[in-house]
């Protein structure tokens, strides 16, 4: 049974950090892209950061970057979202996904293969 569960969310004052993880198990981790979304109330869930299975490639959203680096350690079967210069836009449930292929989370596919279950950020203004 594959899981992706997040930790690392919380709450947090503006311009401040937080580090997400995504522990993933039940599945070839180092075979699959990983990608962080987000969805504020009110609001359609939007892609955040996606990363290669090598690692080698990652991409953002215009809306964060220069501020978040997504980053994968195949070892742990384990990618993390590092957040700084946190804004209260910010706030939101952050998911981490995986699929075999980056387009497919590039795109924000409904056909993700797995989603993890979500971690709530905060950003206090």
């Known amino acids: 049974q594959v899981q992706l569960v997040e930790s690392g969310g919380g709450l947090v004052q503006a311009g401040g950090s937080l580090r997400l993880s995504c522990a993933a198990s039940?599945?070839?981790?180092?075979?699959?892209?990983m990608g962080w979304f987000r969805q504020a109330p009110g609001k359609e869930r939007e892609f955040v950061a996606a990363?290669?299975?090598?690692?080698?490639?990652?991409y953002y959203a215009s809306s964060v970057k220069g501020r978040f680096t997504i980053a994968r350690d195949n070892a742990k079967n384990t990618v993390y979202l590092q957040m700084n210069s946190l804004k209260p836009e910010d706030t939101a449930v952050y998911y981490c996904?995986?699929?075999?292929?980056?387009?497919?989370?590039?795109?924000?596919?409904?056909?993700?293969?797995?989603w993890g279950q979500g971690t709530q950020v905060t950003v206090s203004s």
């Open positions: 990363i290669s299975w090598r690692g080698g490639d990652t």
């Open positions: 996904a995986a699929d075999p292929l980056t387009r497919t989370i590039l795109r924000a596919s409904g056909e993700i293969d797995y």
């Open positions: 039940g599945l070839s981790f180092s075979s699959y892209a």
